[in-house]
């Protein structure tokens, strides 16, 4: 599977190459880009992603106040399905893409109802919990997504990540708030309501990394062109059916409407693109920032200061999802590389 990795895609229009194998490839590449940015490009794409994606966040909980989830959800899949129309129309590849590919209807129509489901389970968890919450455990996904990646797509599997996976259990345990915890004599509903949400979300979210993973060489305007579409008429059916579809009341609740349609958009793209040149596991790992990220615009914000349930539990994921990171690195390393003798344990 590593050698899969290294090996670059057909060169089409707007079909990105993915994992670079080393630096003198990056360096011949005819592309013009340079060395260090085509190497680490995919890294950058998934660092914006983070930086924009609890911004959406913070739009979200303040619109789920007054409206319900999938009204705002609707909203959000516009910001991803009008600027993709274009964009896919106009795609030479993303056309060829659209002829070829008819036998991956199935892997799409499965990412993309994953991916529908992330967002409104994280809507509907905004309503229960913290922004910082929602996000420690529906981003807890590095763990989750090298173990189903090792089944579904043969990536490496270790030890090592199985620890990881209980690390990052035991810190959504502590954000439940257990009541041998808080001393209280029974959990709190709202708290266990959001925390099941969230769970729920990390599992879609899961699903979704493997399966953009596994359609990397199509058009991205296409992946997101599919991704409006099936999100859109989800949102607006589930909206007519409990009747709670309707337009913003005022401009200010509009103007955050187009922001969160905005604001997704790029976030998506950006997500959309780093698949093209990282792996699964190394992207997930990245977008795991997306809590440091909540926690400083949470406070910002709303001045929301996160309690030891929320920072303990929050510290406890990431030593996991950490744990997964400095193992990929080392395996990324040479096979003679001192290091990899001095941290041979996380090598398990």
């Not at 990397?216 to 059916?237: D, K, P, Q, V």
């Not at 709303?302 to 920072?311: A, E, L, N």
Request: proline share 5%; charged share 15%.
């Amino acid at each position: 599977m590593e050698e899969e990795e290294s090996q670059k895609l057909h060169p089409e229009e707007d079909t990105l190459p993915t994992v670079v194998a080393s630096t003198d490839s990056a360096a011949s590449s005819p592309s013009g880009r340079p060395p260090w940015l085509k190497r680490y490009l995919g890294i950058l794409l998934a660092l914006c992603a983070s930086l924009l994606f609890p911004l959406t966040g913070l739009l979200v909980k303040t619109l789920v106040k007054t409206y319900h989830p999938f009204n705002v959800a609707f909203w959000r899949f516009q910001g991803i399905l009008l600027p993709a129309i274009p964009m896919a129309l106009c795609r030479p590849s993303a056309k060829k893409d659209g002829k070829k590919n008819k036998n991956i209807f199935a892997p799409i129509t499965s990412g993309e109802d994953a991916a529908q489901n992330r967002v409104l389970l994280v809507f509907y968890s905004l309503r229960y919990i913290t922004i910082a919450d929602s996000s420690v455990i529906s981003f807890s996904t590095p763990v989750w997504v090298t173990l189903l990646a090792h089944v579904t797509l043969g990536e490496a599997c270790s030890v090592m990540t199985i620890l990881a996976g209980v690390l990052s259990l035991a810190g959504v345990l502590i954000i439940s708030r257990p009541p041998m915890l808080t001393g209280q004599e029974s959990w709190d509903g709202d708290t266990l309501i959001g925390v099941a949400l969230a769970l729920g979300c990390m599992v879609c979210a899961t699903s979704t990394f493997v399966i953009l993973r596994r359609l990397r060489t199509m058009s991205y305007a296409l992946l997101n062109l599919f991704f409006g579409i099936w999100g859109s008429l989800e949102t607006l059916f589930l909206s007519a059916l409990i009747w709670t579809f309707s337009p913003p009341m005022n401009w200010w609740d509009g103007g955050l409407a187009i922001a969160l349609g905005v604001l997704s958009f790029i976030s998506q793209l950006c997500m959309t693109l780093s698949f093209k040149y990282e792996t699964a596991g190394v992207i997930s790992l990245i977008r795991t920032l997306d809590v440091i990220f909540t926690f400083i615009w949470q406070y910002l914000v709303f001045q929301v200061v996160p309690d030891r349930f929320s920072v303990i539990g929050a510290i406890i994921v990431l030593t996991g999802i950490g744990l997964v990171g400095v193992r990929k690195w080392l395996t990324e390393l040479d096979p003679q590389d001192p290091r990899r003798k001095r941290f041979a344990l996380l090598l398990i």
